[in-house]
């Protein structure tokens, strides 16, 4: 009998041979160039310019930016690895990474002109921070109530109102803001602006102080009559919701990438220390107790990692994401919170300190359940899913 021939899928985990070689050269940057500096960057709440433009040599800056405008002309699953390998060390570099890749660039590939993507592209390519600014002091998981007003005048809108939470703010020349342009008309109103700074009218203004990713700038933006030309809406008019809604559903399957990156981070570190702390005369890696601490770590961070790179490859692939980036994102920043309380539980007193890596992890993961839609959002989207598929 003629033996059959079985066609095997590529194993998600196991990466083609370009992947290998940036996700290994991405690792080898946060090793050696980012490693060194994450405890100066949490005491000072800040990332240096410098690492800012290595990360923009190292071309993780402009990872899915065809070549033509100066980027790597690479996939969604590559700005997910780099996002990983980064927030592996450091989750503020990674965040700022995933914000210019899965928000920024993403949305102005999908819904720019070519005259946006020339004039924004390129920069965002080769030097230039973006920033996505939807939330609000009054709207946040209900994004869509947002009050900043855009109103026509000519060739411009002339855009008021404040934006808050706003990742990269320091960092960031171009913006992406969201703004209505008729409140009656409720989401319909919403519309996608690229505003720069240094425009009249527009401020950054308050930057957070936080609990965790502290090197990550948090930002206020504050809009007072700035006009914006016309050739700046971002899409069409009115239809900013649909690209808010679609670009953060795929922005979420970066901050899952965020998660098992700071996760696997925890995980590297809590094992060396119990193969190196000692107690009752032998190291504590001894005792179940721990191993069966270490092993659930390990088992929630791959299947995480599996639901992430899932996720990554359907958006790829031209997929709808919308349920899958909520599972990923909703399970990967669960579990990095349950690993990094194990983290802080198996160092011990050491954990409670800030000479030992632990505790920054414990807080660096808290903002997960709640950035990009908190996990209560992302489990109503996941249940809208199931429902509206039966
Ligand atoms: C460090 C940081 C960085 C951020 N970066 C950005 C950024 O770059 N750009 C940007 O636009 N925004 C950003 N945000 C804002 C972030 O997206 C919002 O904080 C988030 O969406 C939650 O909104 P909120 O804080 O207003 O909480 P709220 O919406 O007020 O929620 C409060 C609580 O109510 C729950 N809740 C709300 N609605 C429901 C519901 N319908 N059912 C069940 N529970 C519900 C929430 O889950 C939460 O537990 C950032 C926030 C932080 C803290």
């Given at each position: 009998?003629?033996?059959?021939?079985?066609?095997?899928?590529?194993?998600?985990?196991?990466?083609?041979?370009?992947?290998?070689?940036?996700?290994?050269?991405?690792?080898?940057?946060?090793?050696?160039?980012?490693?060194?500096?994450?405890?100066?960057?949490?005491?000072?709440?800040?990332?240096?310019?410098?690492?800012?433009?290595q990360l923009f040599d190292l071309g993780v800056m402009a990872i899915e930016i065809p070549e033509a405008y100066g980027g790597a002309g690479a996939s969604f699953?590559?700005?997910?690895?780099?996002?990983?390998?980064?927030?592996?060390?450091?989750?503020?570099?990674?965040?700022?990474?995933?914000?210019?890749?899965?928000?920024?660039?993403?949305?102005?590939?999908?819904?720019?002109?070519?005259?946006?993507?020339?004039?924004?592209?390129?920069?965002?390519?080769?030097n230039t921070v973006g920033a996505y600014a939807l939330s609000e002091a009054g709207s946040g998981s209900d994004a869509f109530a947002l009050a900043t007003r855009a109103k026509e005048d000519g060739e411009h809108y002339v855009i008021t109102g404040r934006k808050l939470w706003i990742t990269n703010g320091n960092e960031a020349d171009i913006f992406l803001v969201f703004a209505t342009i008729n409140p009656e008309a409720g989401y319909r109103g919403i519309t996608a602006f690229v505003v720069e700074r240094g425009v009249a009218g527009f401020t950054v203004g308050k930057k957070e102080d936080k609990l965790g990713i502290r090197a990550s700038s948090t930002c206020e933006l504050i809009f007072e009559d700035c006009r914006v030309p016309k050739a700046n809406v971002l899409g069409e008019v009115g239809k900013g919701y649909k690209s808010a809604i679609e670009t953060l559903n795929e922005g979420r399957i970066g901050i899952g990438a965020q998660m098992i990156g700071l996760a696997a981070g925890a995980l590297e570190h809590t094992i060396k220390y119990t193969k190196a702390r000692k107690q009752f005369g032998k190291p504590i890696a001894e005792f179940q107790a721990i191993q069966f601490m270490l092993a659930d770590m390990a088992t929630e961070i791959e299947a995480s990692r599996l639901l992430c790179y899932r996720a990554a490859a359907m958006k790829d692939a031209g997929e709808r994401v919308t349920q899958f980036s909520a599972m990923a994102k909703l399970y990967s920043s669960e579990v990095a919170v349950r690993a990094t309380e194990k983290g802080v539980q198996i160092f011990g007193g050491y954990g409670f300190i800030k000479d030992f890596p632990a505790e920054?992890?414990?807080?660096?993961?808290?903002?997960?359940?709640?950035?990009?839609?908190?996990?209560?959002?992302?489990?109503?989207?996941i249940a809208r899913g199931i429902l509206g598929a039966q």
């Open positions: 009998m003629a033996e059959q021939t079985i066609e095997h899928a590529q194993p998600l985990t196991v990466l083609a041979e370009d992947e290998a070689i940036f996700r290994d050269a991405v690792r080898e940057f946060a090793d050696a160039q980012v490693r060194p500096l994450v405890r100066e960057m949490d005491e000072h709440a800040k990332i240096p310019r410098s690492l800012v433009d699953f590559h700005a997910v690895l780099a996002v990983e390998e980064l927030s592996r060390v450091d989750p503020s570099v990674g965040v700022l990474v995933d914000v210019q890749n899965t928000l920024v660039v993403n949305a102005l590939m999908r819904w720019g002109n070519d005259d946006i993507k020339r004039r924004y592209l390129t920069r965002l390519a080769s920054k992890y414990y807080r660096d993961v808290k903002l997960c359940t709640i950035g990009e839609g908190t996990s209560e959002i992302q489990r109503l989207v």
